[in-house]
């Protein structure tokens, strides 16, 4: 399976991805990671593992025409499944129907709780509001943010004492282990 992934941020799950590739646990190739922040942690992640890459800006441009040139690249790699890791931007419907189907996004809680809700700020919520459980959930991408069809959840509990940071790491864990998961079984949720 022809893999892309898409992000902004650190890309931490790309790490137990890669990592399960190179130990023979998941048949699939990770053929390009497109960023639009040229210092995101993805990119010096996809350096280091040797994995093609590109920064395409998305500033001044329109939504669609950002979506159109990183659809470009996709279709020149052949991809056959788009992972959104820490992707801090809302693709275009366009985009979305282009590859219906073909686009999963993690999210770091148990939708349908906190969707809409971005990184540490999904944290903050789950411990000001004293949840007892939250976790992380994989869902196929529509042109309504975090209201795709399920995919797999992964929870956690929420420990006494914990911070954003204590819970976002073990969240991460758990979306690292989800995605494995979900490309490892791709072929039961294509459409």
Not at 24 to 34: F, H, P
Not at 59 to 75: G, H, P
Not at 159 to 184: C, M, P, S, Y
Request: aromatic fraction near 6%.
């Amino acid at each position: 399976m022809r893999v892309a992934v898409l992000g902004s941020t650190n890309g931490t799950d790309l790490v137990p991805i890669v990592s399960a590739i190179k130990a023979g646990d998941l048949d699939a190739n990770i053929c390009v990671i497109i960023s639009n922040n040229v210092g995101s942690g993805i990119l010096q992640k996809a350096r280091a593992f040797g994995i093609k890459n590109h920064f395409i800006s998305h500033k001044d441009k329109k939504r669609d025409v950002f979506d159109a040139e990183m659809s470009e690249i996709l279709e020149i790699n052949k991809i056959d499944l788009i992972l959104l890791i820490g992707f801090m931007r809302i693709l275009s419907s366009d985009f979305v129907d282009r590859w219906r189907g073909k686009i999963v996004n993690v999210h770091p809680s148990l939708l349908p709780k906190y969707a809409g809700g971005m990184n540490n700020s999904v944290h903050e919520e789950v411990l000001s509001n004293g949840e007892t459980k939250t976790g992380c959930t994989i869902h196929l991408v529509t042109p309504e943010v975090d209201e795709g069809p399920i995919l797999l959840q992964k929870s956690c509990p929420v420990l006494k004492g914990d911070n954003v940071e204590t819970l976002k790491e073990r969240v991460q864990k758990l979306e690292g282990e989800a995605f494995v998961e979900v490309i490892k079984n791709w072929r039961n949720y294509e459409q």
